[in-house]
């Protein structure tokens, strides 16, 4: 018996399942996934009720199960091709080991040429409550530190001890000893620190931070040109007159002790939670500063001891110090996007007089640092959209920061990436 050669079923009309209607509004690479889907689906079944129509009854039976068979592996093929279709690229970027030894200046000032900082202050008080042993008079005058500007010319200006700084409200403190602030330089005012005491115990005198003028200069071209500001680490504060409970120096000194352990922990809490996206806060990059505020009675045997602790931080931008110590640390380096892998971890020493609210700091930074160059990530996964396996080696050269690329399209037999960036899932190698 001769075998017949198996051909499409074509019922009336020339309907085969070869030329089951699809929808052709748009292509299948730009159509969202599950809308792909639901139209096979949905071509598919119509197909099969109508050959059911056609040869139900009609000696066509075995026809219909065959087609059946043939029509739900054109099904899955076309689902797995479309519905699965996906990619990963694991891309190993360029990468280079160095180890860092460095004194750095950075300045506050983004427009500041090298290295630049922001700082960030932050305040908390805490209080303990203690036995008190009896009652005596105080009278203390408020004390702080201030930064005294010379914006007036490039020359030094001495001032004596007792100069006078006023506040806006009129309130005088005066300068423990002479200073001597050092002349601008170009546009940069120069600067010196300073201790002030207030004039008059009480109080009043406990502003925290403040502006300030030299009354003495009244008159004269340098009064606009002297000012001063407040330190944050150090505030106006202390100032008392009046009777408090007095408590065992024992326990002044470890409750003070205690309040500061427990600010420090909350205050460095505090200072991550508000590091800026992109920026690195290095464990030491911070100064915290404690002063006594006054008393409150509890009860006649009983008195709270407050202390006000203000945090002073420099935080860093991750691209810009990676950059900064690259193009003096890294071979071939050349201004690329690059940052620090774990750049935390590399240890910051501040150095003498380091305040991150003052104009400019100094620190040592050292460690192991494994430097990586960074790539256009978004860029990358455009290129890719829609384009050919064998075209990811000339696409890569258009990103020569990356090292190597591996690729896997899902399902295998594809040859061509996604039409759907979504579907496009990059990695990095480790």
């Known amino acids: 018996m001769t075998r017949k050669p198996i051909r499409d079923i074509v019922p009336n009309g020339g309907r085969s399942i070869r030329n089951i209607p699809l929808s052709s509004k ?12 639901k139209e096979v689906l949905k071509s598919v079944r119509e197909e099969f009720e109508y050959v059911a129509e056609e040869r ?9 199960i065959f ?7 054109v099904l ?31 300045g506050k000032s983004s427009a500041a040429a090298g290295l630049s900082f922001q700082s960030k202050v932050i305040k908390q008080t805490g209080s303990v409550q203690l036995k008190a042993l009896g009652e005596k008079q105080v009278n203390t005058q408020a004390s702080g530190t201030i930064v005294i500007y010379n914006n007036y010319s490039a020359a030094a200006q001495r001032l004596v001890k007792n100069t006078r700084f006023e506040t806006p409200e009129g309130l005088i403190y005066r300068i423990s ?23 008059e115990a009480g109080d009043k005198y406990n502003v925290g931070l403040k502006d300030f003028t ?17 330190k944050p680490s150090a505030p106006l504060q202390g100032g008392f007159s009046g009777t408090v409970k007095t408590v065992a120096d024992a326990d002044m000194v470890k409750a003070q002790s ?54 002073s931080a420099a935080f860093f931008d991750k691209q810009a110090i990676s950059s900064y110590l690259a193009k003096t640390k890294v071979s071939g380096y050349k201004n690329e996007p690059i940052v620090i892998r774990s750049i935390e971890n590399l240890s910051f020493v501040p150095k003498e007089g380091f305040d991150p609210t003052a104009e400019s700091i100094s620190f040592a930074l050292s460690g ?25 080696p000339s696409i890569t050269q258009g990103f020569p920061t990356i090292e190597k690329v591996e690729v896997s399209i899902r399902p295998f037999w594809r040859k061509t990436f996604p039409g759907d960036v979504k579907s496009i899932t990059v990695k990095k190698a480790l």
């Open 26 to 37: 748009r292509a299948y690479a730009d159509e969202p996934q599950e809308e792909i889907r």
């Open 177 to 199: 000893d002479s200073v001597t602030v050092p002349g601008k330089k170009g546009t940069t005012p120069g600067s010196i620190e300073a201790v002030v005491l207030a004039d």
């Open 76 to 106: 899955a093929i076309l689902v797995i091709s479309s519905v699965f279709h996906g990619a990963t690229v694991t891309v190993t970027p360029r990468v280079s080991a160095v180890s860092i030894k460095d004194d750095v200046t950075a």
């Open 67 to 73: 087609g059946g068979a043939v029509a739900a592996a």
């Open 368 to 392: 192991d640092a494994i430097f990586e160059w960074l790539y256009d990530e978004a860029g990358f996964k455009q290129k890719l959209t829609g384009a050919k396996s064998s075209d990811v």
């Open 56 to 64: 139900a009854g009609s000696g066509g039976k075995k026809y219909f």
């Open 258 to 311: 205690d309040i500061k352990t427990k600010a420090t922990v909350e205050l460095l809490k505090q200072a991550q939670a508000q590091v800026p996206e992109g920026s690195v806060f290095f464990a030491g990059a911070n100064t915290i500063a404690c002063a006594p505020l006054p008393q409150e009675s509890v009860s006649s045997g009983e008195v709270l001891i407050k202390m006000e602790c203000v945090l």
């Open 214 to 230: 030299v009354p003495g200069f009244k008159g004269d071209p340098r009064y606009a040109a002297f000012t001063a500001k407040s």
